[in-house]
């Protein structure tokens, strides 16, 4: 009997995406062997960081790297890094350094619950534009001697209403300040994995837990030498801001399993996967009455396709299809569009046989 069978749970088939909320992502059997070899051992964990890091740099083509238990912890250390430095005496005072330079500038349009993460390290947000636009006097009225850091939020879905990114990299860069992405749910493509650092960004976050599918704690900082060495500091297993967000050694071996397998995938074989999913779910709905076509990109802007399935001539709403898909043993989590009139269904976390489960359950919805 499964864990989830003993604890009385109904498990879920996830066509929705990564999301936290219902466990990220599966991992691969590569990814559960390497945290059960790490479970078997002790090691010194700086030795491990020092050598993972080292590693994980290789594969994604950056200076360095460094794993934390998930992108929101990465964005808290990344700060603190920003805030401190190398000087040890300012990480042991943090969230409170002892000096003004704790102003982190984020486009209005960027906000969003992640940015508690940068204020824990003892930032202070400063917004710059609107929900709509942001000018370039406005980023250059907000930069003075107290900004320590700028944050920028990849992804098609925060674009609208900010300034593009190699702006920004080069507006901080005439005032020597670091640009950190927070691109946590940004892959694929893989490229992304060394795009933003190649562009000039200090420090570049992402998930472990979502599309790597590595452990569900985990995450990655990605950048430049003496931001990662900054970020260590003040990481697990230093008594600093980031110990309660500690990384175990399974973790760490997880991950690095992860990353390997990633860069390694046949990405334009995963693609063609997800348009032939995409493809299925489309020519079975549309023969049922549903109105479902391709639609790009994931939810927040990656460039996987998805499917948009419209309630067409069914009768049914898309609100209570999906609570009916809810209702469905496994449940069958799918996403649903900001108007409410059409699910999205996403083939990234199904399998073949997930897939017919998920078009079954719809069928009997009519
Ligand atoms: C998912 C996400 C995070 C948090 O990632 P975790 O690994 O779950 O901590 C942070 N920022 C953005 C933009 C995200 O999509």
């Not at 619950?113 to 710059?128: H, K, N, P, Y």
């Amino acid at each position: 009997m499964s864990i989830y069978a003993r604890l009385k749970l109904k498990t879920i088939i996830n066509a929705a995406d990564s999301y936290t909320i219902i466990g990220g992502s599966l991992m691969p059997p590569e990814v559960v062997q390497a945290m059960s070899e790490a479970s078997r051992h002790f090691v010194r964990i700086e030795e491990l960081h020092n050598e993972i890091g080292a590693r994980i740099a290789q594969f994604t083509r950056n200076e360095a790297a460094m794993i934390t238990s998930g992108a929101a912890a990465g964005l808290a250390i990344a700060t603190a890094a920003c805030l401190t430095g190398m000087d040890a005496d300012i990480a042991k005072r943090l969230p409170l350094p002892g000096h003004d330079r704790t102003e982190v500038i984020i486009h209005r349009c960027q906000r969003s619950g992640f940015d508690t993460a940068v204020r824990q390290a003892g930032a202070v947000l400063v917004e710059i534009g609107n929900d709509d636009a942001t000018s370039d006097q406005e980023l250059e009225q907000a930069i003075n001697a107290r900004t320590a850091a700028i944050i920028y939020l990849a992804g098609t879905r925060y674009e609208r209403g900010a300034l593009p990114l190699d702006k920004m990299i080069a507006a901080a860069g005439r005032h020597g300040i670091p640009v950190i992405v927070d691109a946590a749910a940004q892959l694929p493509p893989v490229d992304n994995l060394w795009a933003f650092t190649q562009a000039g960004a200090a420090m570049v976050i992402f998930s472990g837990g979502k599309t790597l599918r590595g452990p569900q704690s985990s995450g990655l900082i990605v950048g430049r030498k003496e931001w990662i060495a900054a970020c260590r500091l003040n990481g697990s297993p230093n008594t600093a801001i980031g110990r309660p967000m500690k990384t175990g050694k399974e973790e760490m071996a997880g991950l690095l399993a992860a990353v390997e397998r990633y860069v390694g995938l046949d990405h334009a074989a995963e693609r063609a996967r997800h348009e032939r999913f995409t493809e299925r779910i489309c020519q079975h709905l549309n023969a049922l009455g549903f109105e479902a076509a391709r639609e790009y990109p994931g939810p927040t802007g990656q460039d996987y396709a998805q499917a948009k399935v419209g309630m067409g001539t069914t009768g049914l709403l898309a609100g209570e299809a999906k609570k009916g898909l809810e209702a469905a043993d496994p449940v069958i989590m799918t996403g649903i569009t900001g108007d409410g009139q059409a699910l999205l269904i996403n083939p990234l976390h199904l399998t073949e046989d997930e897939l017919e489960v998920v078009l079954t359950e719809i069928e009997r919805l009519l």
